[in-house]
């Protein structure tokens, strides 16, 4: 079974005459095997990359040896690739933060380990973030609202200590205010 995975968000960060590619990833429940798909999702960028490499030296047609059976050079290079995902989930992620933590190491000699590659997944789990007056944007707003959302105190004291209870308000009320949020935001 081949499944194909595609981005949530993807962009390529310019950094002076360089780039690298920035993935983010909306993980909304606890999934165990998160780590397997960021892994994944990193791999599947630097193939890609390999493969229009490829292309490019097939058109041109001026490796020799070893690099023509490759079509791909000493000299080719790879861009960065950085997978995050953020979970908006309840609760703690329990899930693995590493390949490492994904295997049955039952019996192996802890020796060898280090024979068996890892994965890091970068995980920002929104239920953790703290010091939310640092962020002055939307994303304030939105992580301030999803660790406020099960406890109606802590909402109603959120949204009046971010002066949004009259946005609140309008966007209830207001039909045309509700289709310049459709409009602008896509909800």
């Known amino acids: 079974m081949t499944i194909i995975r595609e ?17 983010l990833e909306d993980q909304n429940y606890l999934d165990p095997s998160m780590v397997l798909w960021s892994s994944e999702y990193t791999v599947g960028e630097y193939v890609k990359q390999r493969h229009e490499i490829q292309k ?11 690099e023509y059976l490759s079509y791909f050079s000493v000299e080719d290079l790879l861009k960065p690739v950085a997978v995050v995902a953020i979970f908006f989930g309840d609760g703690e992620w329990k899930g693995a933060h590493t390949l490492h933590e994904l295997l049955d190491w039952t019996d192996i000699p802890e020796e060898w380990k280090g024979l068996f590659m890892d994965y890091r997944m970068h995980l920002i789990e929104v239920q953790k973030i703290e010091h939310l ?22 909402l109603n004291f959120f949204l009046v200590s971010e002066n949004r209870l009259d946005d609140l308000k309008r966007a209830v009320q207001d039909k045309e205010f509700q289709n310049m949020l459709l409009k602008t935001y896509a909800i």
């Open 133 to 154: 007056e640092f962020f002055h944007s939307d994303l304030k707003l939105l992580f301030g609202f999803l660790q406020s959302k099960n406890n109606k105190k802590k």
């Open 7 to 23: 981005h949530d968000l993807l962009h390529k960060i310019i950094h002076g005459a360089n780039y690298f590619i920035f993935s």
């Open 56 to 66: 490019m030296h097939d058109r041109k047609k001026e490796l020799k040896g070893d």
